[in-house]
């Protein structure tokens, strides 16, 4: 029941913005499907859906789950997060600065966190900027480039 319940999911999130558990709840009881908050919350884990940003037309920001993208060379969640959200990066000694889009920050600061890259000490995110700290200067270069890398897919 799991693994199809996970598919709907999957099939729902493809077919039009879902912008909570929530409503991806009621959308699966919808179809037959036993679907709690917690059982949601679990799913979404397991299936390392991310929320990102979706522009509406009164200029505000609303955010929708996306599925993470397909095999990369970085680890997925991260990247999407930044192919998708990061707009600049900068680096100077042993810091990069990421300016993402509005509210954005913290979510791409958690997706670093999570990849657990040995290079990066910590980081600490904003509304639109994500501050990364590296463990060594000499280990700027690498790492920035990997986040222009990314980001780059997305140009």
């Known amino acids: 029941m799991k693994t199809t319940r996970q598919r709907a999911i999957l099939s729902l ?3 039009r913005p879902i912008h909570s558990q929530e409503e991806l709840a009621h959308l699966l009881e919808a179809q037959g499907y036993d679907a709690t ?11 390392g859906l991310v929320k990102v940003p979706l522009k509406n037309g ?4 609303q955010f929708k789950y996306v ?43 958690s997706g670093i966190d999570a990849a657990e ?3 990066i000490i910590g980081t600490l995110g904003g509304d639109d900027t994500v501050l990364v700290i590296l463990d060594d200067p000499a280990h700027l270069p690498v790492v920035k480039q ?10």
Do not use: Y
Request: net charge negative.
């Open 13 to 15: 999130v493809a077919a």
């Open 37 to 47: 908050q917690a059982t949601v919350s679990r799913d979404v884990k397991d299936l």
């Open 117 to 119: 890259w040995k290079e």
């Open 67 to 109: 599925e993470p993208a397909v095999v990369t060379p970085f680890a997925g969640r991260l990247h999407r997060l930044v192919a998708e959200l990061v707009l600049d990066v900068k680096g100077s000694v042993n810091q990069i600065v990421l300016r993402t889009q509005a509210g954005s920050a913290m979510m791409v600061a």
């Open 146 to 155: 990997r986040f222009l890398d990314m980001r780059a897919e997305n140009e």
């Open 58 to 61: 009164d200029g505000g920001t």
